[in-house]
């Protein structure tokens, strides 16, 4: 049997999604806009996050997104602008093509994630285990 690799579904999804450099993202940042960092929580105890970003796990993102799901959450409203990111963007662009495939228009992810905005110097912020 062959399957898709990992890499065909990211290259596929690229074709479908607005991918912004970490300077296009900061361009965009305003009262509107919500940054979503959609890592593994241990990814954000280990290397700490984006100052002000929001955190979704991936395996809830559409979840919380969803006005119809019960674990909506209405912080993230429908009608704001929302760019994800990842640690590198492979997830975070599979992650906007499935909400780009629920309906959202206003999505976007971060070309090179976590490791790219870090070399843009977006401030990062020590995530503490709870």
Excluded at 15 to 31: G, M
Excluded at 39 to 45: K, Q, S, V
Excluded at 69 to 91: P, T, W
Aim: include cysteine; hydrophobic fraction near 40%.
């Amino acid at each position: 049997m062959k399957i898709k690799s990992h890499l065909q579904l990211v290259e596929e999804a690229s074709l479908h999604i607005v991918t912004l450099t970490p300077e296009e993202a900061k361009a965009k940042l305003d009262e509107n806009t919500i940054l979503i960092d959609i890592r593994d929580i241990r990814e954000l105890w280990r290397e700490g996050t984006i100052d002000n970003a929001k955190h979704i796990p991936r395996g809830m993102l559409e979840f919380w997104l969803d006005p119809s799901s019960h674990y909506y959450k209405e912080e993230f409203a429908v009608d704001k602008n929302k760019i994800l990111f990842c640690a590198q963007g492979m997830r975070s662009a599979l992650a906007t093509k499935s909400l780009k495939d629920m309906g959202f228009t206003n999505v976007a992810h971060v070309k090179g994630g976590f490791e790219a905005l870090k070399k843009y110097n977006f401030k990062i912020t020590e995530v503490k285990k709870k």
